[in-house]
């Protein structure tokens, strides 16, 4: 019987307030990080009308300028507008940041403490983590999401290079698909919302948005007649950022990841240094999942790993294709375990995690981008001889 269903998934753009947050966290982790590398970060932050504040713990031989840091980010964002209250020169900065504990870092540093098991790192928290990969698009990512991401990343380039005047830094996207069997089919619904300048008139909004952005980035044979364009559906959108809403670091994690459609561990990544496994475990689920599928083991792959805090090896590894494996889902996860180390020392060495890259991974998606060493598709022709070694040929 055929199935049919219609999926959604939504993107938020660089200038929404929880985006904001993120992205100051995620530049101060890169400029301890820039420092000293062994930084250990924790940082939140919060924005509200004119103010940020930073809170959190870290622990760095960095001497850092966080106030600077701070309006630089939000400066980069683009929040330089005369007519917003949020503005990078006139904000006002909050610094609440502490040392880590030293009950956490004596679980997390490689050394061998009273009531810890062995001396090696272990994991800066418990957790469980999810990774996740589909042959969907190029990117082998959910095509919801994807797309979503397209629209607001697009929106942000005209916005930057000054291609018009009104656009302003807060915006979302989304996109719902119906599937059909099991892959995508129709574009059935795109939503954009995006904070303008006043006095703009919606129809130029939604004109503009409609030929410039929607029709530029979706794929043309994925739209018809059924498909329902709605664009600052309130019919204004002036007021936004943290003027019109309170901003928090971690509060966009399906944003984040795979729009929904994988499941989730809780976990938030921003501001974290890759000690944390809710983040370093989250990215190496994603670098094995995508390795599965572009090895052509599975068509969509998820994997879950879960870690006690101060213990270095996860306590459980699960793997699951969704019936669309060439071979058993034991078979596979024999395979990953062989190919791929786990431990939270392991992970920093495989992805070479300790350096200033958390920046480019805020907004759009931590997932989905080439340039990311969790993106790359580099253990391929290892799983694939693994799998051979176990029992079973992979099919060309």
């Known amino acids: 019987m055929s199935q049919k269903f219609i999926f959604s998934s939504e993107s938020v753009g660089e200038g929404h307030p929880d985006k904001v947050s993120d992205f ?5 982790l890169d400029a301890c990080l820039e420092q000293d590398p062994k930084s250990r970060v924790a940082c939140e932050t919060l924005v509200k009308s004119n103010q940020v504040v930073l809170g959190g713990e870290i622990t760095t031989k960095a001497k850092l300028n966080y106030e600077q840091i701070v309006r630089d980010a939000v400066r980069e964002i683009g929040y330089v507008n005369s007519d917003d209250i949020f503005h990078a020169d006139e904000i006002f900065v909050s610094n609440f ?27 800066g928290d418990q957790g469980i983590m999810f990774g996740y990969a589909c042959d969907e698009t190029p990117e082998l990512m959910p095509s919801a999401i994807m797309y979503s991401h397209r629209l607001g990343a697009e929106l942000t380039r005209i916005r930057k290079a000054g291609e018009v005047s009104w656009l302003r830094p807060d915006a979302k996207s989304q996109v719902s698909i119906r599937y059909e069997d099991g892959k995508p089919k129709v574009i059935t619904a795109v939503v954009i919302s995006t904070q303008h300048a006043e006095g703009v008139k919606h129809s130029e909004i939604k004109r503009y948005l409609t030929e ?9 044979e994925m739209m018809n007649e059924e498909t329902e364009i709605l664009i600052n559906p309130t019919g204004k959108f002036v007021v936004g950022g943290p003027q019109g809403d309170c901003g928090l670091t971690g509060r966009k994690i399906i944003v984040d990841t795979y729009g929904g459609w994988s499941r989730h561990g809780g976990g938030a990544f921003s501001g974290k240094d890759p000690s944390k496994v809710d983040r370093s475990a989250a990215y190496m689920c994603r670098w094995v999942a995508k390795n599965v599928v572009a090895a052509g083991l599975a068509g969509k792959a998820e994997l879950q790993v879960a870690y006690a805090i101060g213990h270095p090896r996860p306590v459980s590894i699960f793997v699951d294709t969704f019936g669309t494996g060439k071979v058993s889902d034991d078979l596979i996860r024999e395979a990953v375990i062989e190919v791929f180390g786990f431990k939270p020392s392991e992970i920093v060495e495989q992805l070479d995690l300790l350096r200033p890259i958390y920046r480019r991974t805020t907004n759009y998606g931590h997932f989905g981008k080439d340039d990311l060493p969790w993106e790359q598709t580099n253990r391929v022709d290892a799983l694939k001889k693994a799998v051979e070694k176990h029992g079973a040929a992979v099919s060309a």
């Open 24 to 28: 100051i966290s995620d530049s101060v």
């Open 212 to 220: 410039n952005v929607i029709k530029k980035v979706l794929p043309a």
């Open 97 to 123: 940041l502490t040392r880590q504990s030293p009950d956490i870092a004596q679980g997390v540093d490689d050394r061998q403490v009273e009531g810890k098991e062995t001396a090696e790192q272990g994991a």
